[in-house]
């Protein structure tokens, strides 16, 4: 009798599962708690992706100032940076470095778009009182390197008063420039591997009527900084100045690499302007007779 009962019982409850249908319920309530879980992980995902992509297309053009200010040791600023890093305007500043009060900016603003470009990424920049128009650089990544590479429009890229130099501090502000420097770069890539850059191709600075307020000269001469990639040692890019014309003869060469700047060079008199260039050639570097020896590094 009570394995009959049991039976019964079994029977009973069965029935009542199958017409009432709980199981199928169940299983429906559970089956529903998994899709909406798993829609509201999507919901979160598609969220943070949008916030990303957000993130990164309005980024602010302060971050673009940081890192110009963090790579060059504080000596190159935008100030004043409005836009997003990949369309915004700043203006240019040289200073003297972390803790110095040396600075000058240049008139107007420079203003900057960034886009893809193959690869990489292509900046032109505008400034109208120093770019030659629309001016271009390639920024090509890679596995511990990236690779910068000016595309110059025809002629000069760029030029800007000597006066601007004076923002970087000593020597410069004590010798009050005046004149124009012109950057003229046929082919010049530069590129950095952990750290480390190398140059190729080839750059110079044409400073024309050049003129200190240490004499009373209205021009000291016109002169030429080249800078080419060293192919025997990758690591460094030579320097080489010489000059055109003008009083103030001035000649050297040097490196530019990983321990900064090395140079030595002499500045002399034309035989004619010694008297007015005394002061100044004492200034320039170390006084050795008629000539003043440079040494930097």
Not at 120 to 128: D, F, I, P, S, Y
Request: a positive charge; glycine letters at 14%.
């Amino acid at each position: 009798m009570i394995r009959l009962r049991r039976k019964r019982n079994r029977a009973m409850f069965g029935n009542t599962v199958a017409a009432t249908g709980w199981g199928e319920s169940t299983f429906a309530e559970l089956a529903w708690d998994k899709s909406r879980n798993a829609g509201l992980r999507w919901a979160i995902a598609g969220a943070v992706l949008g916030a990303a992509v957000a993130l990164v297309a309005f980024a602010p053009a302060a971050w673009l100032a940081r890192w110009v200010a963090s790579v060059s040791d504080e000596r190159v600023l935008l100030a004043d940076a409005r836009g997003t890093v990949w369309s915004g305007s700043a203006v240019a500043v040289l200073a003297g470095g972390p803790g110095s009060r040396d600075a000058s900016a240049l008139p107007g603003r420079l203003e900057w778009t960034l886009g893809w470009h193959g690869a990489g990424l292509e900046l032109h920049a505008r400034h109208a009182c120093c770019l030659n128009g629309d001016v271009a650089l390639q920024i090509r990544p890679g596995f511990g390197r990236y690779t910068l590479n000016l595309v110059p429009p025809s002629g000069w890229v760029g030029q800007w008063p000597t006066a601007f130099l004076g923002g970087l501090g000593t020597p410069w502000n004590t010798m009050e420039l005046g004149g124009t420097a012109r950057l003229v770069s046929p082919n010049f890539k530069l590129e950095s591997v952990q750290g480390r850059w190398i140059a190729d191709g080839r750059a110079e600075i044409e400073l024309v009527g050049v003129s200190s307020r240490l004499t009373t000269l209205d021009t000291l001469g016109s002169y030429r900084l080249s800078l080419a990639g060293d192919a025997a040692n990758p690591g460094l890019t030579l320097l080489s100045l010489s000059t055109q014309e003008g009083a103030l003869q001035l000649s050297g060469t040097g490196t530019l690499g990983p321990t900064g700047v090395r140079f030595r060079g002499e500045a002399r008199a034309a035989p004619d302007a010694e008297p007015v260039l005394t002061n100044l050639l004492n200034i320039i570097g170390r006084r050795n007779g008629a000539r003043s020896v440079i040494s930097i590094g």
